[in-house]
């Protein structure tokens, strides 16, 4: 196979690193995909490919490699009958798998501990969901993880969140096809009255956000569900459906009216602002702090950033943020009166 | 059998697949020496006359990589032989290896667990959770279409996570050096790592101190330097150690109330009137409880003029010493 001949010439180093996880990967793969055939007398690599969510050549390649393999055997030669065996015309002209001869395997794999526990962990975060709503259910799926586990779910957790009325709001109107409608303020301090069609939800951490079609805007925009007061349903049927508008995979697009604004921020910082840092941005260590670039829609957005880092971020131009970031400190600090309590 | 340097290459999966094949094959389980002559990858390499060691290596890793799947790969003695490397016999018992057949999955829980699988984007859970949807898509069973599209993710962006969770997994007494909140210098800390949680946000390691004989809290974001193993492992915590460690974060949570006063209509009033225990006091100001005064400072000062803290002194003067600063080093 070329590409095998491939990868044990150039780059040894670094094929060899990268190989652990991707051969564990193609076994879990093999592992997975016998007990699945194991299940259908006859089914299509189409299929097949289906199911797996993988490229039909993935599901060719790890055939042809079942219908070779299986255990040395009594003579330990690897005779025909210990073999696995396919209708391998069937294969080759028709694209069709039937297995022959089998051995060996009888079923699908327990999860790992570290499987079970992500898919556990991953179950606790979702909980605010309103497919969640059911915590029995919850319950019941968390122990037949735990079950079919081969050891322990190693400990890991997320916190649950509790169901959150407006993500069942959204889930309602997107179910009824209707138009949201809710009152949002955004980062500027404006409180408007929003019309929406819902496409879909998204979240990072413990911040939740919906991306839809905003009727006032005539644009796709992106809510933080936590900015969201007195949603309601209204009768009027949504005009963009998710299949109609294609979503970024990123949450903040970058507009050609983003303002560039140079910042120096603390080395251990920097991950924490990655979403800002527009990609190709001159960054410069120096003396222990970093000099980078940061993309802000208007710098209201960035005094609320900057003012979170305090003495680990801090805005070097253009003049106008900086004052802009000094006023809203200044104006938070005076809140607090001259006569400052001893510190 | 062709000299070595002749022999076809085997890939890796095919010797690694081979591998599993001939474990769950053999009920008595097969000697280091007859699976180097015999399963497929190994034997295309075996000096019947010479040294081995190469081989007898590789063996050793692909042990660990196919446990680390999940696969129950066991050593058993041979009997009056404890003790005897030579003799010990490999394999994978079947009850152990398969997934019990009356765990069945439903269209809609398996639509929850692709949903719980995405949520691991980054990091070493990502790899995790893909490999159990595989084992999941084994079963057979279709996903009913969500109505509402989603999108969720949870970060793992601390360098710590990794490592602390390999170390969890193995039970591994860890090295690492940590910045405790109000301290300037750091501290190299040794612990047994219990669990792995995530708070309001943040990852935190819930861990047994053997110098201090007592288990506490880390969070991952500020342990300083990169985590290291020791040699030292320590037995199992109990089952319930990450509901533990997250009622204790809880308590901690519960046990700080600040009172906030917000303009009302502001970013402020309408967030952190959202945040989880959120309430209204008589006079109006919202009760709102936090982990950490300095995290909440930080918090709390980004809204600026929006909040004004009334109790507790020590978050009021955090948050006010924080505006300072901020006013200060744009002024």
Redesign the interface.
């Known amino acids: 196979m070329p590409s095998?001949l491939a990868s044990?010439g150039r780059r040894r180093t670094m094929a060899e690193r990268a190989?652990?996880?991707?051969?564990?990967?193609?076994?879990?793969?093999?592992?997975?995909?016998?007990?699945?055939l194991m299940?259908?007398d006859r089914v299509s690599v189409g299929d097949a490919a289906k199911?797996?969510?993988v490229p039909e050549e993935q599901i060719r390649e790890a055939v042809r490699?079942i219908g070779v393999?299986?255990?040395?055997g009594e003579t330990?030669m690897?005779q025909h009958g210990d073999l696995f065996d396919i209708a391998w015309d069937d294969f080759e002209d028709n694209d069709q798998i039937v297995l022959t001869n089998l051995?060996?395997?009888?079923?699908?794999?327990?999860?790992?501990?570290?499987?079970?526990?992500?898919?556990?962990?991953?179950?606790q975060?979702?909980s605010a969901?309103p497919?969640?709503a059911d915590r029995d259910?919850?319950a019941t799926?968390t122990a037949?993880l735990s079950?079919?586990?081969?050891?322990?779910p190693?400990?890991?957790?997320?916190?649950a969140?509790?169901s959150d009325e407006t993500l069942a709001l959204?889930?309602e109107s997107?179910?009824s096809g209707v138009q949201l409608e809710f009152d949002y303020?955004n980062?500027q301090?404006e409180?408007e009255r929003r019309r929406v069609d819902?496409?879909?939800?998204?979240?990072?951490?413990?911040?939740w956000y919906l991306r839809g079609w905003c009727h006032l805007r005539e644009a796709l925009r992106t809510f933080?569900i936590?900015?969201i007061?007195n949603p309601s349903i209204t009768s009027e049927p949504i005009t963009h459906g998710?299949k109609d508008v294609p979503l970024p995979d990123t949450l903040f697009e970058g507009s050609a009216d983003d303002l560039l604004v140079t910042i120096d921020v603390a080395p251990?910082a920097v991950?924490?602002l990655?979403d800002y840092i527009p990609d190709g941005a001159n960054t410069v260590e120096k003396d222990g702090t970093v000099r980078t670039t940061v993309r802000v829609s208007h710098y209201h957005g960035l005094?609320?950033?900057?003012?979170?880092?305090?003495?680990v971020a801090?805005?070097v131009a253009p003049p106008e943020a900086?004052?802009i970031?000094?006023e809203?400190?200044?104006?938070?600090?005076?809140?607090?009166g001259a006569s400052?309590?001893s510190? | 059998m062709p000299p070595a340097s002749t022999a076809p290459r085997i890939p890796v999966e095919e010797r690694l697949f081979s591998l599993v094949l001939a474990l769950l094959a053999t009920d008595a389980g097969l000697t280091k020496n007859e699976i180097l002559s015999t399963v497929q990858g190994y034997r295309q390499k075996y000096s019947h006359s010479g040294d081995n060691a190469n081989l007898e290596r590789q063996f050793e890793r692909d042990k660990d990589d196919i446990r680390d799947l999940g696969v129950p790969l066991e050593t058993i003695e041979s009997p009056g032989q404890a003790g005897n490397n030579q003799s010990l016999r490999y394999r994978i018992p079947r009850g152990s290896y398969e997934l019990p057949s009356d765990i069945v999955f439903s269209p809609e829980e398996t639509t929850l667990l692709n949903l719980a699988a995405m949520v691991w984007r980054e990091g070493s859970l990502s790899g995790e959770s893909r490999r159990a949807i595989l084992k999941l898509r084994s079963l057979g069973v279709t996903t009913t279409e969500p109505v509402l599209g989603y999108a969720p993710r949870v970060r793992v962006r601390e360098p710590a996570f990794d490592p602390l969770s390999t170390a969890l997994e193995k039970r591994t007494i860890v090295k690492f050096a940590y910045l405790k909140p109000g301290e300037r210098e750091a501290r190299v800390r040794t612990v047994a790592p219990l669990a792995l949680v995530q708070h309001q946000g943040r990852w935190h390691l819930y861990a047994d101190e053997p110098e201090s004989g007592a288990t506490k809290t880390f969070l991952l974001r500020r342990i300083v330097s990169q985590v290291s193993a020791t040699s030292q492992t320590f037995p199992a915590p109990p089952a319930d150690t990450t509901e533990k460690a997250l009622a204790e974060l809880d308590e901690v949570w519960n046990a700080h109330t600040a009172v906030v006063e917000v303009q009302p209509g502001s970013d402020a009033d309408t967030r952190l009137g959202k945040r989880r225990g959120a309430s209204v006091s008589d006079s109006g100001a919202l009760e709102l409880h936090y982990s950490d005064v300095n995290i909440f400072a930080d918090e709390l000062a980004s809204y600026g003029p929006e909040a004004l803290v009334v109790t507790p002194q020590e978050l009021r003067d955090a948050v006010k010493a924080r505006l300072e600063r901020t006013a200060a080093d744009h002024g």
């Open positions: 095998r044990n190989q652990p996880r991707h051969a564990q990967d193609k076994l879990a793969f093999l592992l997975s995909l016998v007990p699945y299940d259908h199911q797996f969510g490699l393999s299986g255990i040395p330990a690897y051995v060996a395997i009888d079923d699908s794999p327990r999860f790992s501990a570290r499987e079970a526990a992500a898919l556990i962990a991953g179950l975060y979702l969901l497919e969640n259910a919850i799926l037949k079950r079919g586990a081969s050891a322990e190693s400990q890991v957790a997320v916190e969140s509790e959204i889930r997107v179910a303020l980062s301090g409180r819902p496409l879909r939800v998204e979240s990072v951490d413990a911040d933080r936590d900015r007061s998710a251990g991950p924490l990655a005094k609320r950033l900057i003012a979170s880092m305090p003495g801090t805005v900086r004052a970031v000094a809203w400190a200044a104006a938070g600090a005076a809140r607090y400052s309590p510190r």
